[in-house]
């Protein structure tokens, strides 16, 4: 653990720890958004005898929340763009429409149709992309599918234009697609020959932006 160490002020591993809650009645929340709702999120408490220099730890299972945490924002984010999905929500929903009126009109068990539509338009409501200083990731809002990988493993991204289809489903000429609305996609060649595309409706800024990142990341040889 990082507090084996000695300690930073004086040198000295005359140390002693204890677990602290992170949240009381008496004071803020200091570790926000990484809670439970009956549990606070702990800390590890580590103090030096010798000089009394005291440093503060967020447990390992409050670390674990970190990246999931809605409060918490990851500092070294370069990159957060969302597209709302537009087009799947008003296809679906549009679509819910007209089964709920059928159902209504003629078959009950056509109401699984609507309910299966308006679960669609909401798991695919928007599409969200980050580049951080480490990968590059990907989600459908409410939190389906979220993906990620290296930057160092990304050779390219150029725009493209992709057909009329939306979601998640693969074409022989970008790979994996996942978008939610429009025409324009950003595709991505790994090192590995494997490709993808992320639907954006800002093409030019995402690929540039990745372009950027990719170049700060060593490993991998970009190619404009
Ligand atoms: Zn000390």
């Not at 939610?180 to 639907?199: E, M, N």
């Not at 990745?210 to 970009?222: K, S, T």
Request: glycine letters at 8%.
């Amino acid at each position: 653990m990082t507090y084996a160490k000695p300690c930073p002020e004086c040198g000295q591993k005359n140390l002693y720890t204890a677990t602290a809650d992170s949240r009381g009645g008496y004071g803020p929340e200091l570790l926000p958004g990484l809670s439970r709702f009956f549990n606070g999120a702990k800390f590890e408490v580590v103090v030096c005898a010798d000089c009394g220099l005291t440093r503060f730890f967020a447990a390992t299972e409050a670390r674990g929340k970190l990246a999931s945490s809605k409060k918490m924002e990851e500092i070294m984010k370069t990159y957060e763009h969302s597209q709302p999905g537009t087009l799947v929500l008003v296809v679906t929903l549009g679509l819910a429409v007209v089964f709920a009126v059928l159902a209504m009109m003629l078959l009950k068990p056509l109401w699984v149709t609507p309910v299966i539509l308006l679960v669609t338009a909401w798991l695919f409501s928007s599409l969200t992309v980050e580049i951080t200083d480490r990968d590059l990731r990907w989600r459908f809002e409410p939190g389906l599918a979220h993906k990620s990988v290296p930057l160092a493993e990304i050779v390219s991204a150029t725009p493209v234009r992709t057909g009329p289809s939306w979601g998640i489903h693969w074409s022989p000429r970008t790979g994996w697609l996942y978008n939610v609305s429009g025409f324009d996609a950003v595709a991505i060649t790994l090192r590995s020959g494997k490709k993808f595309a992320l639907g954006t409706d800002e093409p030019q800024i995402l690929a540039a932006r990745l372009a950027e990142a990719i170049r700060q990341n060593p490993p991998a040889g970009f190619e404009a």
